[in-house]
Each structure stands twice: as C-alpha cells, then as structure tokens.
C-alpha cells in the first residue's frame, strides 16, 4: 500500500491511480523489470542539494542526471548528490530511496526532467521497494506543479 500520505493526497484530489506490486527491487533496473515498466515511463528520484538547499529531481529510470545541465538550467553552480544520512529524516514514512516523487509533501522544491514530460504516464515508487504506482503524467504536473528542466541525457 502507498504511504498513507501520498494515498491521503491523491485520493485527496480524487486522482485515478494503479498501485503495481512486485517483488523487492532496489535498483530502477530491477524494478523496472520486476513490474514490466518501461524504462521511460519509470520515474525515478534524486535528491540533491542547491547550495545549503534540499530539492527533489524526478527523470525517467533510462535517463541519468547531468550535472552540467542542471547547474545551466537553475544557474547555481553548487549543486550535489545529498547523502542518505542527509535525507532519509526528510522522508520518515518511507523507505530509504523509495520516496515517491512527491517532494511537495515533504516540503522540498520539485524539478522534473523535460525527458519524463513527453510520457502519458508515469509509474514509480509508493515509499517501499515493492510498490509502484501508475498515473497519468498530467495528473502528476498538476498536483506537484514541479519545474520543467533539461537536466538528463539517456542513459548509454
């Protein structure tokens, strides 16, 4: 079951949704073949860090995060992965890295990769490593309102 927030939230906003099963799975790889997902409609999140900052970039799991890119396109030059110890007291619901791209209900800035726009809809993590949930990409845009970047390349 999604998080109890994240449910709260969309069922909140009446969103039509699919929760997706499957076995534990840790990297965006295995989840994305544990649940036959496309690697491009696999959303997957990173937390970084803009100056002393905290933020939440969301790409598809076939692309990777270019940090050049980032900086050029929020123009901040101090930008860097968060570490875990960083972070995980930002999600106390969820799983380490299984938080579902929903950074506005945890009080973070969203950025999310233009790459990841061009889908209908997206899947992604519910807060635990053997969950996903299914929605439309609109749907997503206009509950997070989360700023479009080109921040990612695919993945090689």
Avoid at 47 to 60: D, E, F, N, Q, S
Avoid at 125 to 135: C, D, R, S, V
């Amino acid at each position: 079951m999604p998080t109890d927030k994240l449910r709260e939230f969309l069922q909140a906003h009446k969103v039509k949704y699919v929760t997706i099963s499957h076995s534990p799975a840790y990297t965006v790889q295995e989840i994305a073949a544990s649940a036959h997902i496309s690697g491009n409609e696999l959303a997957k999140t990173v937390i970084v860090r803009i100056g002393p900052k905290m933020a939440m970039l969301v790409l598809p799991a076939s692309y990777r995060l270019d940090f050049g890119l980032l900086k050029r396109a929020i123009g901040f030059d101090e930008v860097r992965l968060a570490t875990e110890e960083e972070f995980k007291g930002l999600f106390p619901d969820c799983e380490v890295g299984a938080m579902p791209p929903f950074g506005n209900l945890y009080g973070l800035d969203v950025y999310v990769a233009e790459s990841l726009t061009f889908n209908d809809e997206i899947a992604f993590n519910a807060g635990h490593h053997h969950e996903l949930i299914k929605m439309s990409y609109e749907d997503y845009e206009d509950l997070v309102a989360p700023e479009v970047l080109a921040f990612s390349t695919k993945a090689q």
